[in-house]
């Protein structure tokens, strides 16, 4: 038997159990692994509450990215073995945040000896998301990157990345991350009543892309210091990007590889803050949850 997160009903935290299922088996294209850590996104809640748009079977599991250890292998699958350590993302009724889970051989990469586990963990879908939103949009050298959000698993990364590519990287978060921010090498902007004048005190100009993390009113609120409202991407909150003249983030399939090989680097890194172990999952959820988190968390089994 295996223990997993799940969510019984559409709602808020109290739909949420850790139950106990059969150890799942692959199906083709797939490998099962033990897992030995899984990452906490906001998709995690929103996905709970129905707000994404796409019902799942119940009970649903939950956690959409995990590291580990090859346990068994499908039909189909040739760049894997029982033994190896991987990253990826769990197959469609499958969790992270579990003892076991299935991922999509498609979805998933070798593991590099040089980074962690737990650190793999926050790449599948925060680190490549924050790849795929720092190069939708081709800047060069010396322009101006801002982050809405800057403060949460992928804004630290993307703020990073953006210094790899040697952008001035402004980044929006609460007081409480300001030191965080900081440490990426980005200029740290509170977020709040008076953002906008904030951002425009360090770039009277404006800026030259807006990637945004949190979506609503705030990305309302800062899109106006877009030079062009087609350099805004959204990865929280694509139609509101849209009706401004920017876009949702589009997904590639080589930012898995390549956030990874720039991790393994050294030259971005997860931003691990708080570690749960799976009897306290549902702890884990809850701070994510708050908003309040700063960088990535991530649960242990």
């Not at 490998?31 to 929103?46: C, S």
């Not at 991987?86 to 076991?100: D, K, M, Q, S």
């Not at 360090?202 to 800026?207: L, Q």
């Not at 890194?269 to 908003?291: K, M, N, Y």
Request: glycine share 12%.
């Amino acid at each position: 038997m295996s223990t997993a997160l799940v969510f019984n009903n559409y709602g808020g935290p109290g739909t949420q159990e850790l139950i106990e299922r059969p150890t799942p088996l692959p199906g083709p294209g797939e490998v099962v692994i033990e897992v030995k850590a899984a990452g906490v996104n906001p998709a995690d809640w929103k996905i709970r509450e129905g707000q994404l748009g796409r019902h799942w079977k119940l009970p649903a599991p939950l956690g959409l990215e995990a590291s580990g250890v090859v346990i068994a292998v499908g039909d189909g699958v040739d760049d894997f073995v029982v033994g190896d350590a991987v990253l990826g993302v769990p197959a469609e009724g499958y969790g992270g945040i579990a003892e076991h889970t299935v991922l999509c051989a498609e979805n998933t990469v070798l593991k590099p000896e040089e980074i962690s586990f737990t650190d793999a963990a926050a790449i599948p879908v925060a680190g490549a998301t924050a790849y795929d939103v720092t190069h939708q949009i081709e800047l060069e050298a010396g322009q101006s990157l801002l982050i809405l959000g800057a403060g949460g698993g992928v804004g630290l990364m993307a703020a990073q990345i953006g210094k790899v590519h040697q952008f001035t990287v402004l980044g929006v978060a609460d007081a409480s991350k300001k030191e965080m921010v900081e440490s990426t090498g980005a200029s740290f902007i509170e977020s709040g009543d008076g953002v906008v004048e904030r951002v425009l005190r360090i770039a009277p100009e404006g800026v030259d892309l807006i990637v945004d993390l949190v979506g609503g009113q705030p990305l309302r609120d800062i899109a106006s210091v877009a030079k062009d409202p087609k350099n805004v991407v959204s990865t929280a909150d694509p139609a509101t990007a849209e009706e401004l003249g920017g876009a949702g983030v589009v997904r590639t399939a080589e930012a898995l590889g390549k956030i990874t090989e720039v991790i393994k680097y050294g030259l971005v890194s997860p931003h691990v803050r708080a570690r749960f172990t799976l009897a306290d999952a549902l702890e884990a959820i809850a701070t994510a949850e708050t908003g309040h988190a700063a960088g990535k968390v991530i649960v242990e089994p």
